[in-house]
Structures are given as C-alpha cells and as structure tokens.
C-alpha cells in the first residue's frame, strides 16, 4: 500500500486556504472546484476530522485544519527544499526562477544580464515581476527581489549588486528657455520634478557632493510623480523640468542629446542597489547561479 497517495489532497487543501476559496484554487491548479471539494472531503475522511468549514459565503479552517495547515506547509517546504538542492547536481540548471525587481533596474540593469544568464541556461524558466511595490518573498512566492537602499533590517539575506551614480538632467529645450543653473542656490527658481518617496509620502532627497560635503537638497515643485520613478526621466525628456536619476537610465539620453546635465562639478554621489533573498530558505542551483552571475 503506498503510504502518501494522498499528497494531491494535501496539495489541494494547502492550495484552497492560501486562495481564499475554492473556486480561486480551481484556477491555480488548472481543475474544477469539484474536484477540489472532493479531495478535501476524502482527505478529511483519512484524516477522520473536520478541517474546513464551508458555507455559501466563505471557508473557514477548524482548529485541527489550522493545526494541519501549518505541519503540510512545512512538510511541502521540505519538499521544495529538496528538490531545489538537487536540481543541478548533474551540472545541468533546470527549474525555475521568480523575481521581483524595481522599474528602474528591471528595464535598465537587468535585461543585459538575463540575456546572458539565458544563453548560458536555456533549460532554466524565468518569471519576472517588474514593479515598484516591496513584495513578500515568502508568501509571495519569490524566490528573489533586487531593491533599491540600504540592506534593510527584515530579516532577509542581501548581497549589494552596485553604487549607481546620480545625475542631474534637463531637456535642451527647458533649458534655453528657462536658463541653465550655476549653483544648488539656483535650483529653487527652478521648475524641479520630485518622486514622492511611497514609505513616506513625501519627495525623494536629490543628493550632492559639493567640495566634498555630501549634501541632501528635497527638490520642490507643482507636479509630482508617484509610483513610477521613471515617470520624472520622461517628464524631463519632455521639456518640462529638471530630475535627478540615474546615470544607467540617462547616459544614453544625454548622448544623443536629449537631455544635457547640469551641475556636473556637484555629481558623484550614489545610490545602492542590492538582492535580497530569505536565508533559512534553501537556494535552488539555478538561484544561486544567478545571484552569483547578478553580483560579478
């Protein structure tokens, strides 16, 4: 008799709670929330106790259901576990990768190292979430995030990927018609386009190094820019008023003409970006060869 034929229950139940309903972890599974009700009854029947309480309205777990919860949890995350410490062993990656990264990197940092990261493990499937917002990794089921800022104090494991230098830009076209400033003094007669920070609600300080002091200026100005920080590149890009933003993002721009920089004798000042992942958490091969490739 083979004693764990039941695991697809068990994944089925795991898979209902976490989406909140059946029908929602119909979808997950690719099934029918028929199916799933069925394999939750069964395994309540192996079980011999009630482990979800269903009306028409929502699921509830019963006491001996959150109990159970908790040990399939971690006996699936065993399971995954071991799988990802295996996975290459025969110096083949394989498996999958899901990470989470900022705008700014995902568009500008990030495709040149996937590009080689994929040639070099075609066998290997990355899913990439670009976006701004800080995700739980565990919950969420990534298995890194690249962010911007100091290493932060959560818990996870970071690895600082690199300083990225700062640059203050505007459009050629603001700038004949607006002036171009000789100092930070002149900034605030300025038309400035600030990011508000979302964690504070309030606009990112522009950093400068003037005769080797580190300044913090918080720029101010009548149009905002929320979410997107590449939303005040664009804006600059138009015409409209000065940013401060990174050299990856702007040196391009700057080439061909599109935005000049000011203040250059004020530049060198950086910010940090890193990768962050959950340590207790086992690496899969394919993981850890690319953390490696994204630190070189």
């Keep these: 008799m083979r004693r764990f034929d039941h695991l697809g229950d068990v ?8 989406k909140g309903s059946i029908s929602a972890g119909a979808v997950a599974l690719s099934t029918t929330p028929s199916v799933l009700s069925r394999a939750i009854t069964r395994l309540e029947a192996r079980l011999g106790t009630q482990l979800v309480r269903r009306t028409t309205r929502r699921l509830s777990l019963t006491e001996a ?6 040990q399939a949890r971690a006996a699936f995350s065993m399971i995954d ?34 590009a080689r990261f994929a040639a070099a493990h075609p066998d290997v499937q990355v899913e990439v979430s670009i976006t701004n917002r800080n995700v739980d990794l565990v919950a969420e089921g990534f298995d890194i995030a690249i962010r911007l800022g100091p290493l932060p104090d959560s818990g996870l494991v970071g690895r600082k990927l ?64 929320f979410d997107d920080v590449l939303g005040v590149v664009s804006l600059a890009e138009a015409g409209i008023g000065i940013c401060q933003t990174y050299d990856f993002i702007v040196r391009d721009r700057i080439a061909r003409g599109s935005l000049v920089e000011i203040l250059p004798e004020a530049s060198g000042r950086t910010r940090p970006f890193s990768v962050l992942y959950v340590p207790h958490r086992s690496l899969s091969a394919a993981t850890r060869a690319f953390i490696d490739m994204l630190v070189e």
């Design 162 to 225: 690199e300083d990225a230098p700062l640059r203050l830009v505007a459009s050629p076209a603001y700038l004949e018609r607006a002036g171009m400033p000789g100092s930070l003094g002149d900034l605030a007669r300025h038309t400035c386009l600030p990011f508000i920070m979302p964690s504070t609600g309030r606009p990112s300080d522009w950093l400068f190094s003037v005769d080797g002091e580190e300044v913090n200026w918080m720029p101010q100005g009548s149009l905002h820019v």
């Design 65 to 70: 259901g959150r109990a159970y919860l908790e």
């Design 11 to 18: 994944e089925a139940f795991i898979t209902v709670i976490d």
């Design 81 to 114: 576990d071991a799988e990802r410490a295996i996975q290459g062993r025969d110096g083949t990656l394989g498996g999958r990768i899901r990470i989470s990264v900022s705008t700014t990197y995902g568009h500008f940092r990030l495709p040149e190292k996937l």
